[in-house]
């Protein structure tokens, strides 16, 4: 059975928990992370030498890296949410390597701010609320359907799902976006999508 190790209100645990469901996969999960400090043990250390979450462990072969956990389930299960050629797995990829090179350094100020419960009206706080604002309207002038990379759910959708969520989630005022907000509400009604996020 596979084994994945992550605390549950990580973004990037749920993304692989929301996979794991759609695929109907049978897996278990262990806490690890932030509030168990159980990432800097050697034993979890010797899976993932990062100490940070999430590693899946799926027999003898150990992953960690959320995204590199998505192509590796994916691809196990013969491409389901991927696509079969290289020019439909580049459309994919490109947005996963988004998430993580204009997204997550958009989005993580605002989230800290908002955890840290920092004045909204401050220069810092509008300064990384407008930033978050324009990279997420890159992603909304580039959607021409229901989903991120095509006509059907893709692991493009699982990767960015979770922390989308959380900025549709912060009380702050983003642009209109009427495209991600119809996503988002498309990604709402799944019930992998809600278990991983609830």
Same mark, same amino acid.
């Given at each position: 059975m596979?084994?994945?190790?992550?605390?549950?209100?990580?973004?990037?645990? #749920?993304?692989?928990?929301?996979?794991?469901?759609?695929?109907?996969? #049978?897996?278990?999960?262990?806490d690890?992370?932030? #509030?168990?400090?159980?990432?800097?043990?050697?034993?979890?250390?010797?899976?993932?030498?990062?100490? $940070?979450?999430?590693?899946?462990?799926?027999?003898?072969?150990?992953?960690?890296?959320?995204?590199?956990?998505?192509?590796?389930?994916?691809?196990?299960?013969?491409?389901?949410?991927?696509?079969?050629?290289?020019?439909?797995?580049?459309?994919?990829?490109?947005? &996963?390597?988004? #998430?993580?090179?204009?997204?997550?350094?958009?989005?993580?100020?605002?989230?800290?701010?908002?955890?840290?419960?920092?004045?909204? $009206?401050?220069?810092?706080?509008?300064?990384?609320?407008?930033?978050?604002?324009?990279?997420?309207?890159?992603?909304?002038?580039s &959607?021409?359907?229901?989903?991120?990379?095509?006509?059907?759910?893709?692991?493009?959708?699982?990767?960015?799902?979770?922390? &989308?969520?959380?900025?549709?989630?912060?009380?702050?005022?983003?642009?209109?976006?009427?495209?991600?907000?119809?996503?988002?509400?498309?990604?709402?009604?799944?019930?992998?999508?809600r278990?991983?996020?609830?």
């Amino acid at each position: 059975m596979l084994k994945l190790l992550g605390r549950k209100t990580s973004g990037n645990v #749920q993304k692989v928990v929301w996979l794991l469901e759609e695929l109907g996969a #049978q897996y278990e999960r262990e806490d690890y992370g932030r #509030q168990f400090g159980n990432t800097e043990t050697p034993d979890y250390l010797r899976l993932n030498p990062n100490a $940070k979450v999430p590693t899946l462990v799926d027999g003898d072969v150990v992953i960690w890296e959320s995204n590199t956990i998505l192509r590796y389930l994916a691809n196990k299960a013969g491409g389901r949410f991927y696509a079969d050629d290289a020019a439909g797995r580049c459309v994919i990829e490109r947005w &996963m390597d988004w #998430q993580l090179s204009t997204h997550d350094p958009a989005y993580l100020p605002v989230f800290r701010l908002v955890r840290e419960k920092k004045d909204p $009206k401050s220069p810092d706080f509008v300064a990384a609320v407008a930033a978050l604002g324009k990279a997420l309207e890159i992603l909304e002038r580039s &959607m021409a359907g229901t989903w991120i990379a095509g006509e059907g759910l893709t692991i493009a959708d699982i990767c960015l799902g979770p922390g &989308m969520d959380r900025c549709f989630n912060f009380p702050v005022e983003l642009p209109a976006l009427p495209r991600l907000r119809r996503w988002h509400e498309a990604l709402k009604n799944r019930a992998g999508f809600r278990k991983a996020t609830g």
